[in-house]
């Protein structure tokens, strides 16, 4: 019996192993195949899921600090720093002292990297399109609509009791 795909093997331990586990569990496994899918194809274009998700970061706000790049992404600076030297490496970006701030080092994409997201961005929309082909408009407006309130469900918790709360 030939070894199964990750996604396959997912599939089959949702609907017949665990069909009522945790929401956590399954968000989780949704986000690690749509990571596949993209990763495949950025693959075809030498970058790595990791670089995409500074580069999508550059793309909306180039010039960033370092500190200012790892806070957006979410990630510790040793692993910014790592990406950051191997996208420099590539050519993707470039690191540079503004002559106000000698201070910071700020994050630049080169044209090359900026490039890069006319090239890029249709496969992230490639692989939200294969993850939502067959299901309803009104469905999808849903399911969205219960993600946002579950994360700022989440950001209320995270935040904890406010000031004006008697104790």
């Not at 399109?129 to 407006?141: F, W």
Request: with cysteine; glycine share 4%.
């Amino acid at each position: 019996m030939p070894p199964q795909d990750p996604t396959s093997h997912l599939l089959r331990h949702w609907r017949e192993a665990v069909p009522n586990d945790r929401l956590a569990h399954l968000i989780r496994d949704v986000a690690r195949a749509q990571m596949r899918a993209l990763q495949q194809r950025l693959s075809a274009h030498g970058v790595s899921f990791g670089h995409w998700t500074f580069l999508r970061i550059l793309w909306i706000k180039d010039g960033l600090t370092q500190r200012e790049l790892s806070e957006l992404a979410g990630v510790m600076e040793p692993t910014t720093f790592a990406a950051v030297r191997a996208m420099e490496s590539m050519a993707l970006i470039e690191r540079r002292q503004l002559p106000s701030n000698r201070k910071n080092i700020h994050i630049y994409l080169t044209p090359a990297g900026r490039r890069l997201e006319k090239v890029l961005v249709p496969l992230a929309e490639e692989v939200n399109h294969v993850s939502v082909a067959g299901l309803p408009a009104k469905s999808l407006a849903t399911v969205r609509k219960c993600l946002l309130a579950m994360i700022e469900n989440l950001a209320v918790d995270e935040s904890g009791p406010g000031d004006d709360q008697i104790e």
